[in-house]
């Protein structure tokens, strides 16, 4: 079965930090690029990171450049995003999803997506 699976989500306060990561079976990792997505309340899902996993290139939104990093363990066939100095702003449920590249998950062409994981920032 191809998956992707999200965790860890949770509660912390106005500048913590959290790491996420995103486990993927079922498909040939290293041949995909894998995304972050956000979607706060009331909001439209939003991009925040990418990392191709076959040689590394990452890209990040401006939102989060200098305070989330993107990383992939291809041994683990998983994908991390750390998250430091958080927001409240920042607060949304996280998604991960998989493309055949980084400009494939920019363009929101996605074959697989996970089911997300809440992270919420408090002030």
């Known amino acids: 079965e191809v998956q992707l699976v999200e965790s860890g989500g949770g509660l912390v306060q106005a500048g913590g930090s959290l790491r996420l990561s995103c486990a993927a079976s079922?498909?040939?990792?290293?041949?995909?690029?894998i995304g972050w997505f956000r979607q706060a309340p009331g909001k439209e899902r939003e991009g925040v990171s990418c990392?191709?996993?076959?040689?590394?290139?990452?890209y990040y939104e401006d939102s989060v450049k200098g305070r989330f990093t993107i990383a992939s363990d291809n041994a683990k066939n998983t994908v991390y995003l750390q998250m430091n100095g958080l927001k409240p702003e920042d607060t949304a449920v996280y998604y991960c999803?998989?493309?055949?590249?980084?400009?494939?998950?920019?363009?929101?062409?996605?074959?697989?997506w996970g089911q997300g994981t809440l992270v919420t920032v408090s002030s």
């Open positions: 990392i191709s996993s076959s040689d590394g290139r990452t």
């Open positions: 999803a998989a493309g055949v590249t980084i400009a494939a998950v920019r363009a929101g062409d996605l074959e697989v």
């Open positions: 079922g498909f040939t990792f290293d041949d995909y690029a």
